[in-house]
C-alpha cells in the first residue's frame, strides 16, 4: 500500500491532527487574535489560489477543498483551547467563598488537599456568582470528618493564582495546573473553613467514590493489607492514595508504573476476560447484541467504579467504539477508532492533550496496532505457550518502541528489563483483575470471601515480589539520561519515517536514516556543549522551609552546597537541581557540600571557585560575585567584601535579626531572606537594608535568585 492511499483511507486521523495542531498553536502563541489571524491568513490564500490557479482541475480541487477542511478543524482545535481555558480573575485581598467540594480529600503531612468549585465571593447582598475550579489545602482537623465530594465549603481568606517558585529544571506546575482547569490554590487553617450540606450535585462521583470506599474496606476486611491492599486498590479500585513512595519508585524503576495507573491496560484485560467469558461461536443477531451490552456496561461499571479518570474514560471509549463497530459486523478500522477516541476527548477537553497519561496511551496503542504485527512475524512458533510469549514479547517491544521517547523526555531513565517485566507482570495482573472480578461478583457470599482473598494475597505478593527482583537485577535502570526537545523531535520524526520506509517497502533506505538521526544528535550535543563552556552562574534556590540550597556551576563543573538538607535523593529541591544538571549536561565534577555544623572548617577550592565553611556559615568566592551566609553573627569571622565584587547575603531564622555593627562590617549589596522567615522578620530586615541603601530580594515574592556572572 502506498502512503497517499493509506493516508487517504485513514480520514479520522488527518482531521484529528489538524484539531491537534490547533491546540497546539493555541498553546504555543498563547494570544488567541494573533492564532486566528494566523489561521485565517491560511485560510485566504488558500481560497485565492484555489480561485485563481486551480480552475477546472478536479484533482486539484479536491486537493484544496481538503486543505479548507483541514483549515476549518485547525481553527477549531484554536477556538476550543481558549474557551476552555477562560477563567476569572480572584480578588488578591482575603475574602468569603463559598464553594462545592468536586474531589475525594487527600491527606498530607500538614495539610489535607482537595479541589472545590468556587459558587460566590462576598457576604449578604454583595455576593458575586461565578464558577472558579480552586485547589485548596485545609489545617488538619481531627475533630471535623473530612468532606465529601458535593459538600458545600464556606472558607475566609485569601487565594493567590497558582505560579511555579522559579527554579532552573524544576517542574512547571502551574501549566500543570492550568491544564487541570484550575489557576488559583490557598491555604486555610481550621478557623477559616467549614463544610455544609450535601449540594446535590456531582452525585455520580460522590456514589463512585463511595463504592470505591467500600470495595478497598472489603479488601481490608478479608485481610488483604499493607502493598498488597495498595496495588489492589490501584489495580481494581482506581486509588493510588494508598501507595507508598517506595512502592512507587519500585514500579517506575523497571518500567511498570502504567500497572499502578487505571488505563487501556486495564480495560482491555477487562475486555478480553469477558470476551473469553461469553464467547464468540453464537453468531445469532440477539445473542451478539446481549453479548455487546453486556460487556459495554462491564466497561462502563469499572470506570465508574475507578472514579472516571481520563484515562480510564478514554480507553473505555476507545473499546466502546470498537464493540460498536464490531457488533454492526462493519470493518474495523483500528487507526480510525483510534483517532475518533481521540478526537471525542479533546473536543469534550483540550487540555487532555498535554497531560503524560494521554500522550503515553495513545502512542502505545499506536506502536501496538502498527509494529507489533510486523515483530510477530519474524518469528513462527508452533508451540501455543511460547507463541503466546513471544505475543506478549512483541507488545511490549512495540509499545516501548514508541513511547520511550517520551519516557526519556519526561522521566530521563530507561528501564533495561521492560520486557522482562511485562512477560512476567503482565499474567500475573490478568490473573489479579480476573480473581478481583470474582470477589467483588460474590461478595453476597460471604463463606467464599477468605478463599479467594487468600488467593488475591497470594498473587499480590508474587506481583511485589516479581518487581523487587527485577528492579535488584544488575543495570535494571540506566538513569540520569539527558533527552531534550530536540532529540524527542529528531527520534519521531525517525520513527515516522520508519513507519513510511516500511509502508513503501524501501528498507534499503533504513541505515541512511539511521545515520541520519545519530549525526542530528551528535551535532545538538556539540552545539550544547559548546554554548555550556561559557555558562557561569550562581544559582540560589527558592526552597521552602529552612533549608538553603545554592548551585554554582563553571562550564561542565557545578557544585552544589546545601544547609538542612539531610537527604540528597529525597528532596524535592535536590531533584530539580538533578533535573537542571542533566538538562544542561553538567552531569559532571559535582561536588556535594552539606553546610551545617558536622562538617569542620576548611576551604575547597575549584576553578575559579572558592569555598571557605566554619562552623558559623560559609562564604563563596565565584568571579565577580560573593555569596555570604552567617549562622552565629557573634562567633563569624569574615573579611570584609572586595569592592571590585558583588557581596550576597542570605539570612535564615539561625541568622537571628539585623545587627547593625556585624552586618554593616559584612557590606553586602544585596540581602536575600529564606522563606522560612515569618513576615514580621521579613520586614525588619526589608527596613534595615532600605535604610543603609542595600538590595532586598525575597524569593518567595519574585524567584529564584540567579547572578550570571562573568570572568574578570
Given amino acids: 500500500m502506498q502512503t497517499a492511499g493509506y493516508i487517504r483511507n485513514h480520514p479520522l486521523i488527518r482531521i484529528t ?42 484533482a486539484l480541487r479536491f486537493i484544496y477543498r481538503g486543505m479548507l477542511l483541514y483549515i ?52 449578604g447582598n454583595h455576593k458575586i456568582h461565578l464558577n ?8 488538619p482537623d481531627t475533630i471535623r470528618p473530612l468532606p465529601k465530594v458535593g459538600d458545600t465549603i464556606l472558607i475566609s481568606g485569601q487565594l493567590s493564582e497558582i505560579r511555579n517558585p522559579g527554579n532552573p529544571g524544576e517542574f512547571d506546575y502551574a501549566k500543570y495546573m492550568k491544564h487541570q482547569g484550575t489557576h488559583y490554590s490557598g491555604y486555610f487553617r481550621k478557623t477559616d473553613y467549614s463544610y455544609g450540606n450535601n449540594s446535590g450535585r456531582f452525585k455520580i462521583i460522590r456514589l463512585s467514590t463511595n463504592i470505591q470506599k467500600q470495595l478497598i474496606a472489603c479488601f481490608e476486611r478479608y485481610n488483604i493489607r499493607n502493598n498488597e491492599l495498595a496495588v489492589l486498590s490501584a489495580l481494581v479500585a482506581g486509588n493510588r492514595n494508598y501507595l507508598e513512595q517506595e512502592v512507587r519508585e519500585n514500579y517506575a524503576a523497571v518500567g511498570a508504573m502504567h500497572i499502578l495507573a487505571v488505563s487501556g491496560l486495564h480495560v482491555g484485560i ?86 503524560v497519561g494521554f500522550q503515553f496511551s495513545y502512542l502505545a496503542v499506536t506502536g501496538i496496532i502498527y509494529f507489533q504485527p510486523k515483530l510477530e512475524r519474524f518469528i513462527f512458533i508452533r508451540n501455543g505457550i511460547i507463541d503466546r510469549i513471544w505475543q506478549l514479547l512483541t507488545v511490549s517491544i512495540a509499545a516501548q518502541l514508541i513511547t520511550f ?53 497470594i498473587l499480590l505478593k508474587t506481583l511485589n515480589h516479581a518487581i523487587a527482583i527485577i528492579g535488584e537485577l544488575p543495570f535494571s535502570t540506566i538513569t540520569e539520561i539527558r533527552f531534550n526537545t530536540i532529540h524527542l523531535i529528531a527520534f519521531y520524526l525517525f520513527l515516522v519515517l520508519l513507519m513510511i520506509i516500511i509502508i513503501q517497502k524501501y528498507y534499503r533506505y533504513i541505515p541512511h536514516l539511521l545515520c541520519s538521526l545519530i549525526i542530528i544528535i551528535l551535532l545538538a550535543d556539540i552545539i550544547s556543549i559548546r554554548n555550556l563552556s561559557d555558562k557561569k552562574e550562581l544559582i540560589i534556590y527558592n526552597v521552602r522551609d529552612n533549608d538553603i540550597v545554592l548551585s554554582v556551576v563553571d562550564g561542565i563543573n557545578h557544585t552544589v552546597i546545601t544547609k538542612g538538607v539531610e537527604s540528597f535523593e529525597n528532596n524535592n529541591t535536590i531533584r530539580y537541581i538533578k533535573n537542571y544538571w542533566i538538562a544542561q549536561n553538567i552531569n559532571r565534577n559535582k561536588v556535594w557540600i552539606p553546610g551545617d555544623n558536622e562538617i569542620p572548617e576548611q576551604i575547597i577550592n575549584g576553578r575559579n571557585l572558592e569555598i571557605k565553611i566554619i562552623p558559623q556559615g560559609f562564604l563563596i568566592d565565584f568571579y565577580t560575585t560573593q555569596c555570604l551566609y552567617i549562622k552565629d553573627s557573634e562567633a563569624a569571622n569574615f573579611p570584609p567584601s572586595p569592592t571590585t565584587k558583588e557581596r550576597i547575603l542570605i539570612v535564615d531564622n539561625d541568622s537571628g535579626y539585623p545587627d547593625k555593627d556585624v552586618y554593616l562590617n559584612c557590606a553586602p549589596d544585596l540581602i536575600l531572606v529564606s522563606n522560612s522567615l515569618s513576615r514580621f522578620r521579613k520586614n525588619t530586615w526589608k527596613d534595615f537594608a532600605d535604610n543603609y541603601g542595600i538590595s532586598y530580594y525575597d524569593p518567595q515574592n519574585n524567584s529564584a535568585f540567579k547572578r550570571i556572572n562573568h570572568s574578570n
Fill in 405 to 457: 521517547p517520551l519516557s526519556l523526555y519526561y522521566f530521563h531513565q530507561f528501564p533495561v528489563y521492560f520486557w522482562l517485566t511485562n512477560i512476567i507482570v503482565i499474567p500475573l495482573v490478568w490473573l489479579i483483575m480476573a480473581s478481583a472480578v470474582v470477589f467483588s461478583i460474590l461478595i453476597p457470599l460471604s463463606f467464599l470471601m477468605p478463599f479467594i482473598a487468600s488467593i488475591l494475597n
Fill in 72 to 123: 476549518v478543524f485547525v481553527s477549531a482545535g484554536i477556538f476550543n483551547y481558549y474557551l476552555s481555558y477562560r477563567y476569572n480573575k480572584l480578588p488578591a485581598d482575603k475574602m468569603h467563598y463559598s464553594g462545592i467540594v468536586v474531589s475525594s480529600p487527600i491527606s498530607k503531612d500538614r495539610s489535607t488537599q482537595l479541589d472545590c468549585r468556587i459558587k460566590t465571593i462576598g457576604e
Fill in 132 to 139: 472558579e475550579k480552586v485547589r485548596i489545602y485545609l489545617e
Fill in 17 to 58: 491532527l489538524a484539531y491537534i495542531a490547533g491546540i497546539g498553536i493555541a498553546e504555543l502563541f498563547h494570544q488567541f487574535e494573533i492564532c486566528m489571524l494566523f489561521t485565517l491568513g491560511i485560510f485566504l490564500t488558500t481560497l485565492l489560489f484555489m480561485m485563481l490557479f486551480v480552475g477546472k482541475d478536479r
Fill in 270 to 355: 477487562l475486555y478480553l476476560l469477558l470476551t473469553l467469558l461469553f464467547g464468540n461461536r453464537n453468531q445469532k443477531k440477539y445473542y451478539r447484541l446481549l453479548r455487546t451490552l453486556i460487556i459495554l456496561a462491564a466497561i462502563w461499571m469499572y470506570a465508574f467504579i475507578t472514579g472516571l479518570s481520563s484515562s480510564v474514560l478514554r480507553a473505555a471509549l476507545m473499546f466502546s467504539l470498537f464493540l460498536i463497530g464490531k457488533n454492526l459486523q462493519r470493518q474495523i478500522n483500528n487507526y480510525n477508532i483510534l483517532a475518533a477516541s481521540a478526537l471525542l476527548i479533546l473536543l469534550i477537553n483540550p487540555s487532555e492533550l498535554f497531560k
